[in-house]
């Protein structure tokens, strides 16, 4: 397969990651980032809101996290032994002897092929960071150790992405997890890597404590020990300051530097002295392996999307400070709703970004349109012909269903029983005033007047606006007609039918529907909690009372921490509970 040469940065590709990495060239990229599926037998979803109606509010799936051998397995493992022998072999002996064809070889089979050509498309200098939980971490740092040669291993990195529940001890039968793991490779451990050491903030309880002298003006300072540990062994200098003689740390002239300074005092006569070590001089604690000051995203959070698995912009931040420098071109195959791309653009570094889902790359494009307005990027892989939109349509028609939402301003309803709902169009009818349109796609060539009928009875019973029916190609004069039967409704645009068609050529030139569709899926947010706040508070139901835990005495003291707050607009997304067990799709960051 044909290499690009477009690895500049700033690209967003939809589809497969290993189809998309093959193309990428060798030795290009700085930085890997990954946050892929976690085996974690679960579904995700996403609930989208509408400021319109409670009842408008959809719940899509946007990931199932659950792997079989019949997945694909076979065919990622025949592929892994073209790329590697030796992760071939580690694979197949897993298999033989331990793992079998399970949900567990499933997924590092489906892994290793990818980690395989992350490897070839890092530079010697890269670095890369595996994100994931501690449920398969043991399996994929030894698939890490095979896919780098055993020489690529630089640190286990503990996340605290949340807290143990106070009534976790109730029936509990293990420790709380609270944590995830990310897993740090270098592709070269003897090249000069970038590294830049990261610090965090002095608690108050340590300032407090190491902090506590001032100067009269209140700057905090602390008396440091400057005497040389191990003597005249460790080659430490031994002369007199201030009447003691000690070895110090410091040769004489750097000693008289400091003294000349002030920063040399003697707390009392005939005492040692001692270095004045000013608290604004210093860059902060250092970070080490174990990460607990950065919170997980919560319910306050203005960059919450309610994406699931949405990794806090502060988490990336810290990996692109420490592990790139401006310029340098991050990779993340497993892109989700663009946390790591968004820190990439943010920071002024170069990015590709890949994800499987056209939700994803929907969500990853409001967010830019929103936060990042000036960002600069191309797509590629989704239809840009209508050779390409049939194929997407026949290969696959609930991406096909999930792009044409999207195309005519839309939000997705998902699989399922979407009673004649595939998505729903919030848009602007004046000031603070939204309309609602429904969605039906037919990504098939069999379409009928029915269907349109169909499409006219739910936009009744859901008291929408308006309906918007997506087909293939042109509709039948009967189509047509059975449209213009809904009679005609007034639109920003002017005056339209109530009930209005559009084909894959009109998707792909930009339908014109005669309405303001700027409401994207972050920024509608906005309107749907502004409506929230006008509706009165209610409280609980009797059922939600009897259902609720024990009352607690509440123990007081102690401090918070809140996230630190980002300059967005509150965003859509709403994540409901994952469920378990349901067929793979996939899952990211």
């Not at 698939?143 to 605290?160: A, H, R």
């Not at 005939?270 to 319910?299: E, Q």
Request: proline share 6%.
């Amino acid at each position: 397969m044909a290499k690009s040469n477009r690895t500049a940065g700033n690209r967003l590709y939809f589809g497969d990651n290993l189809d998309w990495l093959q193309r990428i060239e060798s030795n290009t990229v700085d930085l890997v980032y990954l946050d892929p599926p976690f085996n974690s037998n679960a579904t995700y979803n996403i609930l989208f809101r509408s400021p319109v109606a409670e009842d408008a509010s959809s719940q899509i799936a946007a990931f199932d996290d659950t792997w079989t051998w019949e997945n694909g397995a076979e065919r990622a493992l025949d592929h892994t032994r073209t790329l590697s022998l030796d992760a071939f072999m580690l694979l197949d002996a897993l298999r033989r002897t331990f793992l079998q064809e399970g949900d567990v070889m499933a997924y590092l089979a489906m892994m290793a092929p990818r980690l395989l050509e992350m490897r070839r498309v890092m530079k010697p200098t890269a670095t890369l960071y595996l994100h994931c939980d501690p449920s398969n971490s043991h399996y994929l740092k030894m698939l890490l150790d095979c896919v780098f040669g055993g020489q690529g291993y630089i640190n286990e990195i503990s996340w605290k992405r949340t807290t143990a529940k106070s009534d976790y001890a109730q029936g509990a039968t293990h420790y709380p997890r609270v944590r995830d793991v990310l897993l740090v490779y270098r592709k070269d451990t003897t090249a000069a890597a970038t590294f830049t050491q990261q610090f965090a903030a002095y608690d108050e309880a340590y300032i407090a404590k190491k902090y506590g002298l001032k100067d009269p003006d209140g700057r905090a300072y602390q008396l440091d020990n400057i005497t040389g540990p191990g003597g005249a062994a460790k080659g430490n200098p031994s002369y007199e300051v201030m009447g003691v003689t000690r070895y110090w740390r410091y040769s004489r002239e750097k000693m008289s530097d400091l003294i000349s300074k002030g920063l040399i005092v003697q707390p009392r006569p005939g005492a040692v002295p001692r270095f004045k070590r000013y608290l604004d001089t210093m860059p902060g604690v250092t970070v080490s392996d174990d990460w607990g000051d950065i919170s997980a995203i919560n319910s306050q959070a203005k960059e919450r999307l309610h994406y699931p698995t949405q990794k806090p912009l502060q988490l990336l931040e810290r990996i692109l400070a420490t592990s790139s420098k401006k310029g340098d071109l991050i990779l993340d195959p497993f892109c989700g709703c663009g946390t790591a791309i968004h820190a990439a653009e943010k920071m002024g570094r170069g990015w590709i970004g890949i994800d499987v889902t056209y939700l994803a790359i929907q969500v990853i494009q409001d967010r830019f349109k929103t936060w990042l307005p000036h960002a600069e990027y191309e797509v590629d892989g989704i239809p840009r012909d209508e050779l390409s939109g049939r194929k997407l349509a026949a290969l696959d028609p609930y991406q096909f269903q999930l792009w044409a939402v999207g195309r005519v301003g839309g939000q997705p309803r998902g699989k399922g029983a979407d009673r004649g709902i595939d998505g729903e169009i919030i848009f602007m009818r004046g000031a603070k005033d939204y309309g609602r349109a429904i969605v039906s796609v037919k990504a098939g060539k069999n379409v009928n007047p029915d269907m349109v009928r169909a499409l006219k009875g739910t936009v009744e019973r859901e008291g929408a606006h308006m309906g918007v029916f997506v087909c293939l190609d042109q509709p039948s004069k009967e189509m047509r007609t059975e449209a213009a039967t809904g009679r005609n409704i007034e639109l920003p645009g002017g005056i339209r039918p109530r009930i209005q068609i559009v084909t894959l050529a009109d998707l792909l030139t930009g339908p014109n529907l005669g309405i303001i569709t700027n409401l994207n899926t972050v920024q509608v947010a906005v309107a749907a909690r502004a409506e929230d706040r006008k509706k009165p508070k209610r409280g609980p139901t009797p059922a939600e009372v009897r259902e609720s835990p024990r009352f607690k005495y509440p123990i007081r003291g102690g401090k918070s921490k809140v996230q630190e707050t980002l300059p967005m607009d509150e965003p859509l997304l709403i994540a409901p509970q994952p469920r378990s067990k349901v067929k793979r799709r996939r899952r990211s960051a």
